[in-house]
C-alpha cells in the first residue's frame, strides 16, 4: 500500500445539491418565500381588521340606538307577574304544626372495664401489665376461676363512662397494645 500525503492533497470540492447539510443555496429560497407569504398575509389580516373597525365606527348604522318593541301596552315593562297558586298545603300545615317534646332519661348502663388480655399463667399476665404501665395507665390483674380452668385477666378501669375507656384504648393502640375490648363492669 502506498503512503499519501493528506496535508498536501487538495480538499474536494463541496457539492451543491447536499439535503443533509443546512444553509445550502437550494433551501435558503424555500424559506424565504414561506417567511415573506406569512408576513404578506399578516399585514393583509391586520389591515383588514383595522378597516373593519373604522367602518363600524364611521357607520350611520351603528350610530342610531335600536328600539324593543314591547308586546302588551297596557302594562308597564317594569311590573313582574302575579306569582303562581301553590299546589301544595305542606306550607300551612308547617305553620300550625305543633312539635311534641318528651322528657327522655339518658341510662347509663354502668361502669366499664377495658380488657386487654386473658392468660393462663400470672407471668404473661405481669409482662403486659408491665408494658401498660410504661405507657402509664395502671392495669390490675384479676383470677377468674371457670369450667376451662384458671385464667389471669389484664383489666383496666373501672371507668364511669364509655367515652373514657375508648381514650385509654386508643392511647394503648397507639403503643403497639392492640387486642384491649370495652367491656361492662360484672
Given at each position: 500500500?502506498s ?22 443555496p ?9 417567511i415573506?407569504?406569512?408576513s404578506?398575509?399578516s ?8 378597516y373593519g ?7 350611520p348604522?351603528?350610530?342610531e ?8 301596552p ?10 303562581p ?10 305553620k ?5 317534646v ?14 386487654c ?5 400470672t407471668e ?23 369450667s ?10 373501672p371507668?364511669?363512662?364509655k ?15 392492640n387486642?384491649c375490648?370495652?367491656l361492662?363492669?360484672?
Open positions: 500500500m503512503n499519501q500525503d493528506y496535508i498536501k492533497r487538495t480538499p474536494a470540492k463541496k457539492k451543491q445539491n447536499n439535503p443533509y447539510k443546512k444553509g445550502t437550494a433551501a435558503e429560497p424555500k424559506s424565504n418565500v414561506k415573506k407569504l406569512i404578506v398575509l399585514i393583509l389580516l391586520i389591515a383588514g381588521f383595522v373597525l373604522w367602518f363600524l365606527k364611521t357607520s348604522i351603528t350610530k340606538p335600536t328600539q324593543v318593541e314591547t308586546t302588551s297596557t302594562k308597564p315593562a317594569t311590573s313582574l307577574p302575579e306569582p297558586k301553590e299546589k301544595w298545603t305542606y306550607v300551612e300545615n308547617l300550625t304544626k305543633e312539635i311534641e318528651g322528657q327522655y332519661e339518658v341510662k347509663q348502663k354502668g361502669p366499664y372495664r377495658l380488657q388480655g386473658s392468660f393462663k399463667t404473661r399476665a405481669e409482662t403486659l401489665k408491665a408494658t401498660i404501665a410504661f405507657v402509664g395507665l395502671e392495669a390490675a390483674i384479676i383470677k377468674s376461676v371457670g376451662n380452668g384458671t385464667w389471669y385477666k389484664v383489666v383496666l378501669g371507668y364511669s363512662r367515652r373514657l375507656a375508648e381514650q385509654d384504648k386508643h392511647k394503648l393502640r397507639n403503643n403497639s397494645i387486642r375490648q370495652v361492662l363492669w360484672k
